[in-house]
Nanobody
Framework: VQLQASGGGSVQAGGSLRLSCTVS????????MGWFRQAPGKEREFVST????????YYADSVKGRFTISRDNAKDTVHLQMDSLRPEDTSVYYC??????????????????WGQGTQVTVSS
């Protein structure tokens, strides 16, 4: 099983980026697919996650209203559209897949499969 993330880069504040993560090796029916990020010297933090049917999306308060998660199950791909980017969004972004329960849906430990990370840098 592999998760391959792409789409990172460098933008100025206020700009946009779209991250993508493709799963290969097995189908991820009934799995949540999400995004986390980790800045140097900080713990990995939850960004967003979405269930298989795309009816339940969760966002960190810091990105709510600016980021949008979506998934294409036919292509085993999840996207993260990031708009109105801020310097504090600078981080390595990781995609993840798992079957969390609602009480730990934002916990990195609830996701068992991870991609390699893609760097997002936002300059002021």
């Amino acid at each position: 099983v592999q998760l391959q993330a792409s789409g990172g880069g460098s933008v100025q504040a206020g700009g946009s980026l779209r991250l993508s993560c493709t799963v290969s090796g097995r189908p991820f029916n009934d799995y949540y697919m999400g995004w986390f990020r980790q800045a140097p010297g900080k713990e990995r933090e939850f960004v967003s996650t979405l269930n298989y049917g795309s009816r339940r999306a969760y966002y960190a308060d810091s990105v709510k209203g600016r980021f949008t998660i979506s998934r294409d199950n036919a292509k085993d791909t999840v996207h993260l559209q990031m708009d109105s980017l801020r310097p504090e969004d600078t981080s390595v972004y990781y995609c993840a897949a798992g079957r969390p329960i609602l009480s730990n849906i934002r916990a990195a430990s609830a996701y068992k499969n991870w991609g390699q990370g893609t760097q997002v840098t936002v300059s002021s």
